[in-house]
């Protein structure tokens, strides 16, 4: 038998060096003007880029801005979220300031799941004119030790759930006639 293992003679086909390799074992030169990779994905980066911007487009259109001091529209889910049960205190802060509390409850008697609440609160000056403020609504998350609050997009409200919210003023208008102040939903976000 022979051996397996011994060194092929001299005489029989040798193997190529690496720069006398076959074309077909050989990297392909360098393009000009970068890798087919690279556009590749340099198309797919500008393509993604504008569906981000034809998304954020159709959001704008679709959430009209609210502003802050204007009386708006009720949002159409407006009436699937009664407010109930208003309850307002005051409180000094550390720096001797009075704050105004809005405490109260929400219903969401609606089928949808809402992750975000815009809230007007129009309060009634004295001569019978109104101030508007506009902000978030944000849910109690506990009462004790104290009151912990958080957005409704931590928290989003279940059809058919009840959820406590508060509302801070670190500043009520001037001529307030210190009774409670309408509160609208102007904007509603669903999950």
């Known amino acids: 038998m022979s051996d397996m293992s011994a060194p092929e ?9 690496g720069s006398e390799r076959s074309p077909l074992f050989q990297a392909p030169p360098p393009r000009e003007g970068g890798s087919l990779n690279g556009k590749v994905l340099a198309m797919a980066a500008a393509v993604v880029l504008a569906l981000a911007a ?56 609606g089928t949808q799941t809402v992750s975000g609440i815009t809230v007007q609160v129009v309060f009634q000056i004295e ?16 009462r004790e030790p104290y009151v912990d609050l958080q957005p409704v997009t931590s928290a989003p409200i279940q059809p058919g759930v009840n959820r406590e ?3 801070i003023f670190e500043k009520v208008p001037e001529g307030w006639n210190v009774q409670a102040p309408e509160i609208r939903v102007v904007r509603v976000n669903f999950q």
């Open 9 to 17: 003679s001299s005489s029989g086909p040798s193997q190529p060096s």
């Open 54 to 109: 034809i998304g954020v487009l159709a959001t704008r259109r679709s959430t009209p801005t609210v502003s802050p001091h204007v009386l708006a529209t009720a949002d159409p889910y407006a009436a699937s979220l009664p407010i109930s049960g208003i309850e307002m205190s005051e409180a000094a802060n550390g720096a001797g300031e009075k704050a105004t509390y809005i405490d109260g409850k929400i219903s969401n008697n």
């Open 127 to 142: 001569g019978g004119q109104t101030q508007v403020e506009t902000l978030p609504l944000a849910l109690i998350r506990t």
């Open 165 to 167: 919210f508060r509302l």
